[in-house]
């Protein structure tokens, strides 16, 4: 079967929601985990306390949560991190055969233990968390040697507006979705859309 490309962006709570779906309906060799920047260099950081954020939180992100099972908390980190170095790591621990258990624990360590994953110390300790080297890790990201690579992936998702997105081939599923629509979806190659982080809402 063709490879399910997920995008997707750590520092979106719809995206770690969407996740667990995902993964009851397709094996862990089934995906491919795309990188997305919803707050690349230069945009306007994002600020936790914000109403719009905390609205968001309360009746969208919260409710979903506990719908689906899952334990969140909104990060204490003002403002929110940049994920640039973080997703420059996926792109080592990926290439180390480590790049699925690397996202789930970057994901787990900002929404569900709130550390702040735009630090070069704190992914370091993810990666070895992750089973990578430590070391060697840090200084990938110290001196961008994955710069390049990540930049390439961006390229790859100039045409997605709004995250969690799963592609196959030309078919598109947009937003948290439930394990049998994703299953669904790999056999119809549908477009739906639903709970996502678009540009200018996360």
Known sequence: MEKIKVYSDFVCPFCFLGKKPIEEALKADEVEWMPF?????????LDPNAPYIQNGWKYGVQPMAEKLGISMILPDIHPHPRTTLAHEGYQYAKEHGKGNEYVQNVFVSFWQKGLNI???????????ETGLEKEAFEEALRTRKYKEAHIKA????SHITAVPTMEMG????????SAERVQSFIKQQSVTEGSACSIDEC
């Open 154 to 157: 961006l390229q790859a998702a």
């Open 170 to 177: 030309s078919a598109v599923l947009q937003g948290v979705q």
């Open 118 to 128: 735009g630090d070069i110390e704190v992914l370091s300790s993810i990666a070895q």
């Open 37 to 45: 920047e919803l707050r690349p260099e230069g945009a306007e950081p």
